[in-house]
């Protein structure tokens, strides 16, 4: 059973900071790419960030130059770092991780519970 735990959300002035945080644990063999998503109410859930095991990442283009994701491959965990918060990155923030549970085990995705971040003044 795998689990992934995020924490950092709440509430910020616009222009302001957070610092998410995404740690997995439970049955873990490998784990490929960790992200972000986000799902703001009446929209679709949309990629925000990813990050390969090997650092590579790829960011929306509504937060380049502003947000920042990074990981500890020793801790499983991954991290999104938002400057210059705006009203509309206003959303809950899911984080996700496509791992194998066991050596012979397929990748899946795996999600979090997801964490609101609301912007606002």
């Known amino acids: 059973q795998v689990q992934l735990v995020e924490s950092g959300g709440g509430l910020v002035q616009p222009g302001g900071s957070l610092r998410l945080s995404c740690a997995a644990s439970?049955?873990?063999?490998?784990?490929?790419?960790m992200g972000w998503y986000r799902q703001a109410p009446g929209k679709q859930r949309e990629l925000v960030a990813i990050i390969t095991s090997g650092g590579s990442t790829y960011y929306a283009d509504s937060v380049k130059g502003r947000f920042t994701i990074s990981r500890t491959n020793a801790k499983n965990t991954v991290y999104l770092q938002m400057n210059s918060l705006k009203p509309e990155d206003t959303a809950v923030y899911y984080c996700?991780?496509?791992?194998?549970?066991?050596?012979?085990?397929?990748?899946?995705?795996?999600w979090g519970q997801g964490t609101q971040v609301t912007v606002s003044s």
């Open positions: 439970g049955s873990i063999f490998s784990i490929n790419s």
């Open positions: 996700n991780a496509a791992l194998r549970s066991g050596s012979f085990a397929p990748e899946n995705d795996y």
